[in-house]
């Protein structure tokens, strides 16, 4: 089955990082979803969760990835990536396909 979605080489270092570093059970995975948006449109999560009936799993790069049969489609071509800045810093979603919005003038 067709990976959904990319993690950049940062976002695996900081996902790596979290799993020798908080605890994480062995048998627990990272798990990329959706949530439902109204107005603002659908929001990404990104967690730990163990396996449930249904899940599509995936390896990238070392890392266990599950998504909900149900999220796939809208996960199509989603890179996960890590931001790190001096306001903030976390994990960031972009799809390469959509183009940037440009303001108009």
Known sequence: MLI????????????????????IPADYSLRVGVRGGGCGGMSYMLGFD???????????DGIPVLIEK????FLMGMQV?????????GFTFINPDVPKRHDVE
């Open 4 to 23: 959904p979605i990319q993690i950049t080489p940062k976002a695996q270092e900081e996902i790596r990082n979290i799993i020798s570093n908080k605890n």
């Open 50 to 60: 163990k396996a449930k009936e249904g899940d599509q799993q995936f390896e990238i």
């Open 70 to 73: 149900k999220h796939y489609m």
């Open 81 to 89: 990536d890590f931001y790190e800045g001096n306001e903030a810093r």
